[in-house]
């Protein structure tokens, strides 16, 4: 694979082949962002595409050499898209008891303003909660889920067997369960 350097580059020149590789590379993640905002596939699936119109319509504009900055550049476009597109919907779904969805009054700005201190305190509260992990749990499961990083590229890099690197996976994610059910009542999870 080339270096994200050459890619950009490529992308900023317009290179169709380096645009593919860029949206190969962080699309799942932009989708998971976007569906953390966003809960219906569909509607997230397209703002993500938008998001990468915009990406490569203005990726000249980025001037950082660092991965970490290109990613978060990439993420602060597909969040402001999700938000937008809350904000020109400004509807709010309600479930009644037959799952049937009702569409009730519009939202306000400061509920959406509250949806991001939400998604903050979450995002807080799971660092904060992967920071008592293990160290090599920790690491196996950064690596997979915010890097997204295969098993086979995680025992690669740490030197450790495939089988280990799921095992330490699977260890970290029922470990978070347990720190976050010990922090949390039972439905406050669900």
């Excluded at 749990?137 to 450790?160: C, N, P, Q, W």
Aim: charged residues 30%; hydrophobic residues 35%.
């Amino acid at each position: 694979m080339e270096n994200l350097e050459t890619i950009v580059k490529g992308c900023c020149e317009q290179d169709q082949i380096s645009q593919q590789m860029l949206y190969d590379l962080y699309y799942n993640k932009m989708k998971s962002i976007c569906f953390s905002y966003i809960k219906d596939k569909h509607t997230a699936e397209d703002i993500v595409q938008e998001g990468f119109i915009k990406v490569f319509s203005s990726i000249s504009s980025f001037t950082k050499d660092t991965p970490g900055a290109l990613y978060s550049w990439i993420r602060r476009i597909i969040v402001n898209g999700s938000i937008d597109h809350i904000r020109k919907n400004k509807v709010r779904k309600t479930y009644l008891d037959d799952d049937m969805e009702r569409y009730t009054s519009p939202i306000n700005n400061w509920e959406i303003e509250e949806l991001h201190k939400t998604n903050k305190l979450k995002a807080e509260l799971a660092l904060k909660a992967l920071s008592r992990l293990s160290p090599q749990y920790r690491r196996v499961f950064t690596m997979f889920v915010l890097e997204g990083k295969s098993h086979k590229e995680i025992a690669d890099e740490l030197g450790i067997n495939i089988n280990t690197s799921k095992t330490n996976y699977m260890k970290a994610k029922r470990n978070l369960a347990k720190i976050l059910k010990l922090k949390f009542k039972e439905e406050d999870l669900v």
